[in-house]
T-cell receptor, first 114, second 112 residues
Framework: LAKTTQPISMDSYEGQEVNITCSHNNIATNDYITWYQQFPSQGPRFIIQGYKTKVTNEVASLFIPADRKSSTLSLPRVSLSDTAVYYCLVGGGVGSGNTGKLIFGQGTTLQVKP | EAQVTQNPRYLITVTGKKLTVTCSQNMNHEYMSWYRQDPGLGLRQIYYSMNVEVTDKGDVPEGYKVSRKEKRNFPLILESPSPNQTSLYFC???????????FGDGTRLSIL
Protein backbone atom coordinates (compact mmCIF):
# COMPACT_ATOMS: atom_id res chain seq x y z
CA LEU A 1 0.00 0.00 0.00
CA ALA A 2 1.24 3.45 -0.89
CA LYS A 3 2.29 5.57 2.06
CA THR A 4 1.81 9.31 1.73
CA THR A 5 3.90 12.17 3.09
CA GLN A 6 2.60 15.71 3.46
CA PRO A 7 3.80 18.82 5.28
CA ILE A 8 2.47 18.87 8.81
CA SER A 9 1.29 22.46 8.63
CA MET A 10 1.01 25.48 6.37
CA ASP A 11 0.03 29.10 6.86
CA SER A 12 -1.57 31.38 4.33
CA TYR A 13 -3.52 34.63 4.08
CA GLU A 14 -6.97 35.22 2.77
CA GLY A 15 -7.11 35.59 -0.99
CA GLN A 16 -3.91 33.70 -1.66
CA GLU A 17 -3.56 30.49 -3.62
CA VAL A 18 -2.44 27.55 -1.53
CA ASN A 19 -0.63 24.51 -2.87
CA ILE A 20 -0.24 21.39 -0.73
CA THR A 21 2.00 18.66 -2.08
CA CYS A 22 1.74 15.01 -1.20
CA SER A 23 4.46 12.49 -1.87
CA HIS A 24 3.51 8.89 -2.70
CA ASN A 25 6.57 7.21 -4.14
CA ASN A 26 5.23 3.66 -4.24
CA ILE A 27 1.85 4.37 -5.76
CA ALA A 28 0.46 1.35 -7.60
CA THR A 29 -0.52 1.44 -11.26
CA ASN A 30 -4.24 1.44 -10.62
CA ASP A 31 -4.31 3.61 -7.50
CA TYR A 32 -6.28 6.83 -7.43
CA ILE A 33 -5.29 9.96 -5.52
CA THR A 34 -7.98 11.49 -3.37
CA TRP A 35 -7.94 14.57 -1.16
CA TYR A 36 -10.18 15.19 1.82
CA GLN A 37 -10.82 18.19 4.05
CA GLN A 38 -11.59 17.84 7.73
CA PHE A 39 -12.84 20.40 10.23
CA PRO A 40 -12.52 19.77 13.99
CA SER A 41 -14.90 17.09 15.29
CA GLN A 42 -16.34 16.43 11.84
CA GLY A 43 -15.84 13.62 9.39
CA PRO A 44 -13.51 14.17 6.43
CA ARG A 45 -15.16 15.57 3.36
CA PHE A 46 -14.21 14.72 -0.21
CA ILE A 47 -12.54 17.53 -2.17
CA ILE A 48 -11.12 16.09 -5.36
CA GLN A 49 -9.85 12.90 -6.94
CA GLY A 50 -7.58 12.16 -9.88
CA TYR A 51 -5.55 9.52 -11.61
CA LYS A 52 -3.16 11.52 -13.79
CA THR A 53 -2.55 14.99 -15.25
CA LYS A 54 -4.86 17.70 -13.98
CA VAL A 55 -8.34 17.65 -12.51
CA THR A 56 -10.37 20.74 -11.63
CA ASN A 57 -13.68 21.17 -9.90
CA GLU A 58 -15.52 24.08 -8.34
CA VAL A 59 -13.37 24.19 -5.22
CA ALA A 60 -9.88 22.93 -6.12
CA SER A 61 -7.45 21.66 -8.70
CA LEU A 62 -5.31 18.57 -8.51
CA PHE A 63 -2.02 18.35 -10.39
CA ILE A 64 -0.43 14.96 -10.93
CA PRO A 65 2.90 14.65 -12.78
CA ALA A 66 3.52 11.92 -15.29
CA ASP A 67 5.37 9.65 -12.83
CA ARG A 68 2.47 9.98 -10.32
CA LYS A 69 4.87 9.88 -7.38
CA SER A 70 3.44 13.10 -6.01
CA SER A 71 0.37 15.26 -6.33
CA THR A 72 -0.47 18.86 -5.52
CA LEU A 73 -3.77 20.14 -4.25
CA SER A 74 -4.34 23.75 -5.25
CA LEU A 75 -6.88 25.91 -3.43
CA PRO A 76 -7.50 29.21 -5.23
CA ARG A 77 -8.07 32.37 -3.19
CA VAL A 78 -8.46 30.77 0.23
CA SER A 79 -10.71 32.24 2.90
CA LEU A 80 -10.79 31.87 6.67
CA SER A 81 -13.28 29.03 6.29
CA ASP A 82 -10.66 26.97 4.47
CA THR A 83 -8.74 26.57 7.73
CA ALA A 84 -8.81 22.79 8.17
CA VAL A 85 -6.75 19.62 7.93
CA TYR A 86 -6.20 18.28 4.41
CA TYR A 87 -5.51 14.60 3.79
CA CYS A 88 -4.06 12.94 0.74
CA LEU A 89 -5.10 9.32 0.23
CA VAL A 90 -3.76 6.89 -2.33
CA GLY A 91 -5.33 3.56 -3.17
CA GLY A 92 -8.56 1.87 -4.07
CA GLY A 93 -7.80 1.04 -7.65
CA VAL A 94 -9.04 -2.21 -9.09
CA GLY A 95 -6.12 -4.59 -9.37
CA SER A 96 -4.01 -2.62 -6.92
CA GLY A 97 -3.85 -5.66 -4.72
CA ASN A 98 -6.36 -4.67 -2.10
CA THR A 99 -9.04 -2.17 -2.89
CA GLY A 100 -10.48 -2.20 0.61
CA LYS A 101 -7.52 -1.22 2.73
CA LEU A 102 -6.75 2.48 2.82
CA ILE A 103 -4.04 4.38 4.64
CA PHE A 104 -4.40 8.04 5.46
CA GLY A 105 -1.32 10.17 5.93
CA GLN A 106 -0.82 12.55 8.82
CA GLY A 107 -2.59 15.37 7.04
CA THR A 108 -1.66 19.02 6.57
CA THR A 109 -3.11 21.60 8.91
CA LEU A 110 -3.79 24.73 6.90
CA GLN A 111 -4.19 27.94 8.85
CA VAL A 112 -5.62 30.85 6.88
CA LYS A 113 -5.04 34.25 8.44
CA PRO A 114 -6.93 37.48 7.79
CA GLU B 1 -30.36 12.99 1.55
CA ALA B 2 -27.33 10.76 1.04
CA GLN B 3 -25.68 10.14 4.36
CA VAL B 4 -23.75 7.90 6.70
CA THR B 5 -25.32 7.78 10.16
CA GLN B 6 -23.47 6.75 13.28
CA ASN B 7 -24.90 6.14 16.74
CA PRO B 8 -24.27 7.07 19.41
CA ARG B 9 -22.44 10.35 18.81
CA TYR B 10 -20.99 10.35 22.31
CA LEU B 11 -20.53 7.58 24.85
CA ILE B 12 -18.79 7.34 28.19
CA THR B 13 -18.51 3.83 29.56
CA VAL B 14 -16.34 1.63 31.72
CA THR B 15 -13.69 -0.94 31.00
CA GLY B 16 -15.02 -4.35 30.02
CA LYS B 17 -18.60 -3.38 29.26
CA LYS B 18 -19.43 -4.52 25.74
CA LEU B 19 -20.61 -1.82 23.40
CA THR B 20 -21.68 -1.47 19.78
CA VAL B 21 -21.44 1.58 17.58
CA THR B 22 -23.87 1.41 14.70
CA CYS B 23 -23.28 2.70 11.20
CA SER B 24 -25.84 2.89 8.45
CA GLN B 25 -25.63 4.28 4.90
CA ASN B 26 -28.49 4.97 2.50
CA MET B 27 -26.49 5.11 -0.75
CA ASN B 28 -26.39 1.39 -1.54
CA HIS B 29 -22.60 1.48 -1.28
CA GLU B 30 -20.65 -1.75 -1.39
CA TYR B 31 -17.61 -0.64 0.60
CA MET B 32 -17.69 0.41 4.23
CA SER B 33 -14.91 1.16 6.71
CA TRP B 34 -14.31 2.06 10.32
CA TYR B 35 -11.56 4.46 11.36
CA ARG B 36 -10.29 5.79 14.62
CA GLN B 37 -8.71 9.19 14.95
CA ASP B 38 -6.28 10.09 17.69
CA PRO B 39 -4.25 13.28 18.17
CA GLY B 40 -1.03 13.15 16.22
CA LEU B 41 -1.89 9.82 14.60
CA GLY B 42 -4.41 10.88 12.00
CA LEU B 43 -7.06 8.47 10.71
CA ARG B 44 -6.33 4.78 11.00
CA GLN B 45 -8.49 2.11 9.42
CA ILE B 46 -9.81 -0.51 11.85
CA TYR B 47 -11.85 -2.81 9.62
CA TYR B 48 -13.39 -2.64 6.20
CA SER B 49 -15.99 -4.50 4.22
CA MET B 50 -16.18 -4.86 0.46
CA ASN B 51 -19.68 -6.38 0.47
CA VAL B 52 -22.18 -8.30 2.56
CA GLU B 53 -20.43 -10.98 4.60
CA VAL B 54 -17.02 -9.81 3.35
CA THR B 55 -14.89 -8.10 5.97
CA ASP B 56 -11.17 -7.73 6.57
CA LYS B 57 -8.72 -6.13 8.94
CA GLY B 58 -7.37 -2.66 8.50
CA ASP B 59 -4.31 -1.28 10.24
CA VAL B 60 -5.50 -1.40 13.85
CA PRO B 61 -8.09 -4.22 14.26
CA GLU B 62 -7.05 -5.46 17.72
CA GLY B 63 -9.88 -5.26 20.24
CA TYR B 64 -12.60 -4.70 17.65
CA LYS B 65 -15.10 -6.80 15.74
CA VAL B 66 -17.40 -5.98 12.85
CA SER B 67 -20.17 -7.63 10.92
CA ARG B 68 -21.84 -6.97 7.58
CA LYS B 69 -25.10 -8.88 7.46
CA GLU B 70 -26.86 -6.25 5.38
CA LYS B 71 -25.49 -3.89 2.78
CA ARG B 72 -26.50 -0.73 4.59
CA ASN B 73 -25.25 -1.56 8.11
CA PHE B 74 -21.73 -2.04 9.42
CA PRO B 75 -21.63 -2.08 13.24
CA LEU B 76 -18.39 -1.80 15.21
CA ILE B 77 -18.27 -4.01 18.30
CA LEU B 78 -15.99 -3.59 21.29
CA GLU B 79 -16.39 -6.83 23.23
CA SER B 80 -14.27 -5.74 26.20
CA PRO B 81 -13.42 -2.05 25.86
CA SER B 82 -10.24 -0.73 27.41
CA PRO B 83 -9.06 2.84 28.05
CA ASN B 84 -6.71 2.75 25.04
CA GLN B 85 -9.78 2.54 22.84
CA THR B 86 -10.84 5.99 23.92
CA SER B 87 -10.95 7.80 20.60
CA LEU B 88 -13.00 9.49 17.91
CA TYR B 89 -14.46 6.93 15.52
CA PHE B 90 -15.65 7.44 11.96
CA CYS B 91 -17.60 5.18 9.68
CA UNK B 92 -17.32 5.67 5.92
CA UNK B 93 -18.83 4.17 2.81
CA UNK B 94 -18.09 4.28 -0.92
CA UNK B 95 -19.61 2.75 -4.03
CA UNK B 96 -16.51 1.01 -5.32
CA UNK B 97 -12.89 0.71 -4.31
CA UNK B 98 -11.75 3.71 -6.30
CA UNK B 99 -14.64 5.98 -5.42
CA UNK B 100 -14.44 8.74 -2.77
CA UNK B 101 -15.65 7.94 0.70
CA UNK B 102 -18.59 9.47 2.50
CA PHE B 103 -17.97 9.84 6.23
CA GLY B 104 -20.30 9.91 9.17
CA ASP B 105 -20.20 12.66 11.79
CA GLY B 106 -18.16 10.61 14.21
CA THR B 107 -18.60 8.89 17.56
CA ARG B 108 -16.57 10.04 20.52
CA LEU B 109 -15.93 7.14 22.89
CA SER B 110 -14.49 7.50 26.37
CA ILE B 111 -13.57 4.28 28.17
CA LEU B 112 -12.89 4.81 31.87
Amino acid sequence: LAKTTQPISMDSYEGQEVNITCSHNNIATNDYITWYQQFPSQGPRFIIQGYKTKVTNEVASLFIPADRKSSTLSLPRVSLSDTAVYYCLVGGGVGSGNTGKLIFGQGTTLQVKP
Amino acid sequence: EAQVTQNPRYLITVTGKKLTVTCSQNMNHEYMSWYRQDPGLGLRQIYYSMNVEVTDKGDVPEGYKVSRKEKRNFPLILESPSPNQTSLYFCASRRQGSQPQHFGDGTRLSIL
